[in-house]
């Protein structure tokens, strides 16, 4: 207590104000009217009030909180400490019996209560009570949820940027690790659930089969999700969103051998460069936000070797992508299991494409591993193909692919022919072949077809025949060829003299099966041909309507009107839904009825009312485009009247029917049609064509309808 006496105390300055020692210490005086301590004088007066007076005594109130609140967060934290030990202290849950279950949430998961209860008939007592330790797990819920597993990007699923930090917690993985060591020390296979009744979070066809199991598939999880790059290049922090950013996939815990190597390879198929950027904004939803500002290097895209910018994640994917596969268990498009060659060769082609030789090392390295377990006993770069044709058109061929095994033996067969007579020449066709097996590698499809072969596999599909024709197929093709022309094997200029070579040293291969007019590549650029307005594919209509070779050379009129009217013949009736749509505002149809007149008007243009077709009546040369189109030329040259009032005739029916079933051919384009065939044949026989074909309409209607009454009676 301070002495009245003493003027000055230790703890007051020289305008007795209190100053701040760190620690609160009551003073000797009295408490005024509004609860202040007042130090006093000698004189028993109380020291006079300052405001610098009051700012420290604020500060000492505010330290004062502060320091309660540290106390009070750190005795509530050891608590927790102490809890977390209690939980995984199995001996003294086993001896003292266990109290009643916390309610599971976020960062206290609770796995007695949300997974089904262990079966008291078919579980250790011991492992039920080292299982209903685990109470109070400190992980976010996302931990248990499948999303990611099996690599697909979900639209609405749950974001990476939110997610991971949250999953990625280190006192979450500690306590995983912990958790899965009681577990295999408590439980085993025999441990069942008890599956019966049970109604809760998780989908019992897809549940681990025992709670050892339930803790290994969460920390395979959590390692495969908390992946970050030791040179700090992933974008966003973990791998998994870096290859999410980069490639389009997700490398989730279940995804297959080959799983993500087709989105690599369509993002990087096509030449581009993406610039240095800062990335900066605000995402989120409904309930959450985030806030990110990074910078992203400089990232460049191309099929050839050593074009594309890869990440260390995407490196330590392509390692990992190279050692996972298994016997009997790593399948391919069709479901069954793929050869190891072929497995490594489809690997390969994607990570030669990476800038930089960590993939050649690596390669080199798993490949030489496989051959010591003796995996593999040939050549890996011949011994099988990567795959079908359907799998080569979307990817290209591989060093097993033909024609590739056929250029390198007649590369080997020149090399012991060479003679000093001949240096020259043999010198000259072995670049060309050289240059033609490197250029060929990265080709994002496949241009080595024949037209039967085009015909029977790819034509019959759509979807294929899309891929067969992509854009990035054409100028990977228009690449390869450049490059022949830089290597001096100018298809224009030497080929000729060249072409000879193969018969004269009686080589496998023969680049004129390639490179020809009537070769591969030119095949491909026949096939592939479009119609300008649309960008169909009119091979694959002309395969439809059961005359692919259509696509080498125009049919006669004959033959198309022939044709044409033998579908418009056989044309299935509209459905009823289709029916009540068509024709009604866009603004006005459900979205159900928008969707399924999209898949009419998509189902119509695949066929009889494609514009590929509609083209073969209306001449190329309107408002857009100059020229005539070959079958137009003839038409124009046909002296009888009775084909040309078919033809009109035909045309006509034709514009009707796709009217009636909305689909749209440009108004101009039919006036020039009429306009073509009335300076052949006239006005008067025009009108009189006109009337024929009106009435015929008008009989095949009242047949129609008397057929309907006959049905109703």
Known sequence: MLD?????????????????????????????????????????????????????????????????????????????????????????????????????????????????????????????????????????????ARNWDNGGIQLLGPSLSRFLPMICKHYCTNELRQAQELLHQFCGQDDKFLLDNYKGRFNTTMLEPNPAAVLDTLNARQIQSCRTSPIDDAERGYCMTDLQERWYFIDGLETDGLGGIDDFLDRSNEHKVEPATRKSGVEGGKDWSNRYNYFREERRFGPGKGETTCSWCTFNWLERKLNSWKVDNTLGENGEPLELASFLSRIQKAGQRCAGDNFTRTWEKTVANYYEQGLLNDDIGTKLPSGDVVYLIGHGPSPGDYPLPAVKESIDSLAIQKTSENQAEIERYTNCLNSFYEEAQPLTCYPFLTFSDITRDILIDQARTKTFCSSHCSSSINDMRRSMITAGCNTNMNWESMSKMPEKYNLPFNLDTVFSELGTVETHSLVCQTERSSGTVCAYIWNTLGHPEWTLHEPSISQLLDVIEEALDNLPPIPQNVTEAIGVEWRQLTRDQRLLV????????????????????????????????????????????????????????????????????????????????????????????????????????????????????
């Open 598 to 713: 999209q898949e009419w008007d998509n189902q119509m243009r695949a066929g009889v009312f494609s514009s590929c077709v509609w083209r073969k009546f209306a001449r190329e040369r309107t408002f857009m485009w100059g020229g005539d189109g070959d079958l137009i030329a003839q038409v124009k040259g046909v002296e009888d009247p009775d084909v040309l009032v078919r033809w009109i005739q035909t045309v006509h029916r034709y514009w009707d029917a796709c009217k009636k079933r909305d689909v749209k051919h440009s108004e101009e384009e039919m006036k020039l049609v009429d306009k073509d065939i009335i300076s052949r044949i006239g006005n008067n026989r025009f009108d009189e064509a006109m009337k024929i074909y009106r009435s015929t309409i008008s009989t095949s209607t009242k047949s129609k309808d008397d057929g309907e009454r006959e049905e109703l009676a």
């Open 4 to 144: 009245n006496n003493q003027i000055t105390p230790p703890w007051a300055n020289e305008a007795g104000t209190v100053e701040e020692q760190g620690l609160l210490l009551e003073p000797d005086g009295y408490v005024s009217d509004d609860g202040a301590i007042q130090i006093t004088q000698p004189n028993n007066k109380p020291l006079p009030k300052s405001p610098k007076r009051w700012r420290s005594r604020l500060t000492l109130c505010l330290w004062a909180i502060a320091l309660t609140s540290i106390v009070i967060f750190g005795v509530t934290l050891g608590g927790r400490r102490s809890h977390r030990r209690k939980h995984f202290d199995f001996e003294s849950i086993h001896n003292n019996g266990q109290s009643r279950l916390p309610t599971s949430k976020n960062y206290r998961l609770n796995f007695p209560e949300q997974y089904p209860p262990l079966d008291p008939n078919h579980s250790s007592k011991e492992c039920r009570d080292a299982w209903a330790t685990l109470d109070s797990i400190t992980c976010h819920e996302q931990i248990w």
